[in-house]
Structure formats: structure tokens, C-alpha cells
């Protein structure tokens, strides 16, 4: 892979992590959290559907449709991850 396939990819990453941050709102902390969750995924899904040999949606080297997967499980479980609260437990006082 060359400098602009690597481009392409964060681009396109980027662009889901911030939609995705449109979408479900937050500051600047989820923000840089989405970026990150989407940048990751993307790379193990592009990684994952290259030593599968799944090659729909290829541009160049660039497996798109395995990083596009990647990049959107990874948002929605790291969404989902952060929605859970902790639930306070009563201490008794004896």
C-alpha cells in the first residue's frame, strides 16, 4: 500500500467518525472517541477482510466494505459501551 491508500482510509474513517458523532451528539471528548473507535475499526476491518479474501467494494488496495464493517460495528459497540451506568449500591450502615 502506498501513502494515499493510507490517506483514503483515514479520510474515509474520519468522515464515519465524525457522522456518527453528528448523529449521536456529545462534546469533544465522545467526539475524539468516535474518531478513535472508527480509526481502529476500520484498520482491523480492512485487515480481517484482506486475510479472509473478501474483496467487495475494493479501491485499489483498500478493502472498503471490511473497513466500512469494522468502523461501524466498532462505533456502535463503543456507543453502546459508554451508554452503560454503573448502578450505586446502598452501603448499610450497621
Request: net charge positive; charged share 5%; proline share 2%.
Amino acid at each position: 500500500m502506498n501513502i494515499s491508500s493510507y490517506l483514503f482510509g483515514f479520510i474515509l474513517a474520519t468522515l464515519l467518525g465524525a457522522l456518527f458523532h453528528l448523529w449521536r451528539d456529545g462534546g469533544i471528548l465522545r467526539l475524539v472517541l468516535y474518531l478513535v473507535l472508527s480509526w481502529v475499526g476500520f484498520l482491523i476491518g480492512h485487515l480481517a477482510s484482506g486475510t479472509l479474501g473478501f474483496t467487495f467494494m475494493s479501491v485499489g488496495p483498500v478493502n472498503l466494505a471490511g473497513g466500512i464493517i469494522g468502523s461501524v460495528t466498532f462505533l456502535f459497540l463503543g456507543n453502546w459501551i459508554t451508554q452503560v451506568q454503573p448502578e450505586l449500591v446502598a452501603r448499610k450502615e450497621s
